[in-house]
């Protein structure tokens, strides 16, 4: 069974441009969710799809923006991109349906951004 | 919004001692879990707590979730190098519509030969 998959692995970026990250979970996973991760902040979260629908959201601002597609791939997009947004974001599937416990989480491996 | 503090931050053991990191919540959790990310890696699921009071062990690791289900535990006994690694509690709330899952940030663990 495939993981969850994250793409761009890499990527630089300068200040004012935008970026989309793209996740595909573990198939049968309808449940997506997005963090930020930085050194000495841990994982941050941004949002959570399930079935298209965005749940829950973090305290980010508007620039950050997501969405997810009926075969419950993820895109997450970040837009007038700032020095503080260099990171690696991280997405997880997960099995959840519904308001139940999260279960366990699928990380993938991560896009790590740079913005100079 | 809810919180989850973790500590301490860093710890640093000789290969052989015991390891203990501690998580707290501000609200009062559904249930915690436990992730591990190895240096360069992402965080990979350990175990998942719900219930009051509860104990689990995997090996050398032991969980512990609390009373008032809002603190938690992860000991290790004689560490090993494999230790090595960032160590996550992550708290999904008890009430709420769509219940988030916070993580705390991490203790990050060394092992010294």
């Known amino acids: 069974k495939a993981g969850v998959t994250q793409t761009p692995r890499y990527l630089i970026k300068t200040r004012g441009q935008q970026v989309t990250l793209s996740c595909s979970p573990i198939?049968?996973?309808?449940?997506v969710s997005w963090y930020q991760q930085t050194p000495g902040q841990g994982l941050q979260f941004l949002f959570e799809y399930f079935s298209e629908t965005q749940r829950n959201k973090g305290n980010f601002p508007g620039r950050f923006s997501g969405r997810q597609f009926s075969n419950s791939r993820s895109e997450m997009n970040v837009s007038t991109l700032e020095l503080g947004d260099s990171a690696l974001y991280l997405c997880?599937?997960?099995?959840?349906?519904?308001?139940?416990?999260?279960?366990?989480?699928?990380f993938g491996e991560g896009s790590r951004l740079t913005v100079l | 919004g809810q919180q989850v503090m973790q500590i301490p931050q860093y710890q640093h053991v000789q290969e052989g001692e015991d390891f203990t990191t501690y998580c707290n919540s501000s609200t009062t959790l559904s249930n915690i879990q436990w992730y591990k990310q190895r240096p360069g890696g992402h965080p990979v699921f350990l175990i998942q707590?719900?219930?009051?009071?509860e104990v689990k062990k995997q090996k050398r690791l032991t969980f512990q979730f609390g009373e008032a289900k809002k603190n938690s535990s992860l000991h290790i006994t004689a560490t090993q190098t494999t230790d090595v690694g960032t160590y996550f509690c992550a708290g999904q709330s008890s009430s709420g519509s769509a219940r988030q899952l916070t993580f705390g940030s991490g203790t990050q663990l060394t092992v010294l030969p």
């Open positions: 997880a599937s997960s099995l959840r349906a519904g308001n139940l416990n999260t279960g366990e989480l699928f």
């Open positions: 707590l719900v219930k009051s009071g």
């Open positions: 198939s049968g996973h309808r449940s």
